[in-house]
């Protein structure tokens, strides 16, 4: 069965500096992997997406990931965090139009000024 | 993008109540839908899976008696969380995944609160 681990529940930032938050998953197939971010009491927004091709993947809001295949881990960074960011950050791995879509439990990004 | 709505986005019962909350896709057709609950800084839980014209599907451990999952329409689903109690109060949240658009579209969710 797939599933996702998010190793830190809270990370600490000051703006401005950069960022990465960890996404490790366990799936048998090649994997659909996403990050969502959700701001209090609001549905999820996709960041960005992996499906295929390219390892290195660019999202919304300036954030990238990237796939590495031998650690299975599909890591959320950005270089440079503003104060806007802070909010729950989610990784999911699934399939394409499918029901079983694991979550991880999310990690939430504080931003210190 | 697909975009979902959700309704209503906070509502507050009486334990013993029905709460019903509607999910659409406003500019799609979604035979499939989702529907999500989140308790306070966790993750993300699937209740069930939503089918246009047909029974839902709900995960192991979820009550299909206790949340009620009716989807009509191509557009709409809804969740009605039955003879509610204060343990049902959390966050619930649909999505659904556009034919050929791959990642899913998340509603902006419910907070329910039973008392």
């Known amino acids: 069965a797939q599933s996702v681990t998010q190793p830190d529940i809270h990370i600490t930032v000051s703006e401005g500096a950069s960022l990465e938050l960890r996404c490790n998953y366990s799936?048998?197939?090649?994997?659909?992997l996403f990050w969502y971010v959700q701001s209090p009491g609001q549905g999820l927004q996709l960041l960005l997406k992996y499906f295929s091709g390219d390892t290195l993947v660019q999202g919304i809001k300036g954030f990238e990931a990237e796939f590495k295949r031998s650690q299975s881990s599909f890591n959320l960074r950005k270089p440079s965090v503003h104060w806007s960011d802070a909010a729950e950050y989610f990784c999911?791995?699934?399939?394409?139009?499918?029901?079983?879509?694991?979550f991880g439990a999310g990690t939430r990004l504080t931003v210190k000024p | 993008g697909a975009v979902v709505s959700q309704h209503p986005s906070r509502v507050i019962c009486k334990s013993g109540t029905s709460v019903k909350i509607e999910c659409r896709s406003l500019?799609?057709?979604?035979?499939?839908m989702f529907w999500y609950r989140q308790f306070p800084k966790q993750s993300l839980m699937l209740m069930a899976t939503s089918n246009e014209g047909s029974k839902a599907t709900y995960e192991q451990g979820v009550e299909k008696d206790k949340f009620l999952i009716n989807h009509a329409s191509l557009t709409l689903s809804t969740l009605t969380v039955t003879s509610a109690h204060p343990e049902d109060s959390s966050f619930y949240i649909c999505s659904t995944a556009r034919e050929g658009n791959y990642g899913y579209t998340f509603g902006s969710g419910t907070r329910l609160t039973v008392v």
């Open positions: 799936y048998g197939a090649t994997p659909y």
């Open positions: 500019d799609f057709q979604a035979t499939t």
């Open positions: 999911a791995v699934g399939q394409y139009n499918n029901n079983d879509m694991r």
